[in-house]
């Protein structure tokens, strides 16, 4: 009996070990076939996920481009301010001074003077004006002593000057005297010390016309004279230093033709005169201890056409 047991207790024991033996090899048959399957899943995936396109995100695409033309407009518009910007090139006036003309002065009709005074306008109708002082030598040669701008008339210049039209006479002219509420500053010319109550006529019908007159009545000037008939030489600081230009004057004198033409002190707001030219300071005074009654000195005094008509 015993031996009977014990065999059937050894066959249950082998019996139980196979089958543990196969399901053993069975488990390890589905684990790894699970994970044989998750891996091939895995890698499909991946391979799908690096081949596929990104649905694209229309608010994202539309954030992006924002931004990108955000930061080109501010590069464009540091561009713009790290670059100097551009003006436009005024233009150039179309008309060359004559007195730029080598030996130009020659062909003027400046009869036995031996210095000269040219003042050019570009137009009759303009303001402004280049002044050039020349003095011929022993071998008549004209040589250039002074250069500046200066100013004409508010209205420009006129062959044709009248009474208060606010036009330099144009032509040629000599001087008649240098004047000044200053002392000399040393002239070789006759230099008239102006004093208060000194005036220059421009009384219509007057016999003083166009000359210099000396008043200190009780009256006023106004009612000596007449409204605007008249220039106060020894207060206006135009008149600091001056030269009479002989325009108008003496004996051949035309009534209503103009008066008062004087070389003198630019006026201290850089406009126009009311007929006469109009210089700086310093080159005015320089001009009036140069000119030289003995070299008959003129002053031309003409547009850019009028001076390339001789």
């Known amino acids: 009996m015993k031996n009977n047991f014990m065999k059937s207790i050894i066959r249950t024991l082998s019996f139980n070990k196979k089958a543990i033996s196969i399901v053993m090899v069975l488990c390890i048959i589905s684990i790894g076939s699970i994970l044989i399957s998750s891996y091939h899943k895995n890698s499909h995936i991946t391979a799908n996920s690096l081949s596929a396109k990104p649905k694209p995100n229309s608010k994202l695409n539309k954030s992006s481009e924002n931004k990108k033309l955000k930061t080109q407009i501010t590069k464009a518009s540091l561009k713009e301010q790290i670059q100097p910007s551009v003006e436009p090139k005024e233009k150039k006036q179309s008309t060359k001074l ?20 040219i003042v050019e306008t570009p137009s009759e109708a303009s ?41 330099t006479p144009e032509g040629i002219f000599s001087f008649l005297f240098e004047f000044g509420s200053a002392p000399s500053p040393g002239t070789k010319m006759e230099y008239r010390q102006i004093h208060n109550g000194d005036y220059w006529c421009s009384v219509p019908n007057a016999k003083e016309y166009n000359t210099l007159v000396t008043y200190k009545g009780k009256s006023s000037p106004d009612s000596y004279f007449g409204h605007g008939n008249y220039q106060n030489l020894y207060t206006n600081k135009c008149y600091k230093y001056a030269a009479a230009i002989n325009y108008n004057y003496g004996t051949n004198k035309t009534i209503g033709n103009g008066s008062a033409v004087f070389l003198h002190i630019q006026p201290p707001n850089g406009g126009g005169t009311p007929g006469c030219v109009g210089i700086p300071e310093n080159t005015l005074v320089q001009i009036l201890q140069w000119m030289n009654p003995s070299k008959n000195p003129r002053i031309v005094i003409g547009s850019t056409h009028y001076l390339s008509t001789f």
């Open 98 to 117: 004559y007195s730029n003309k080598i030996n130009f002065i020659n062909k003027l009709p400046l009869k036995n003077s031996s210095q000269a005074v």
């Open 127 to 167: 303001t402004i004006m280049k002044l050039k002082a020349y003095e011929k030598d022993n071998s008549n040669a004209w040589h250039l002593k002074f250069i500046t701008n200066g100013v004409v008339g508010v209205k420009g210049i006129s062959l044709n000057k009248k009474e208060g039209d606010l036009k």
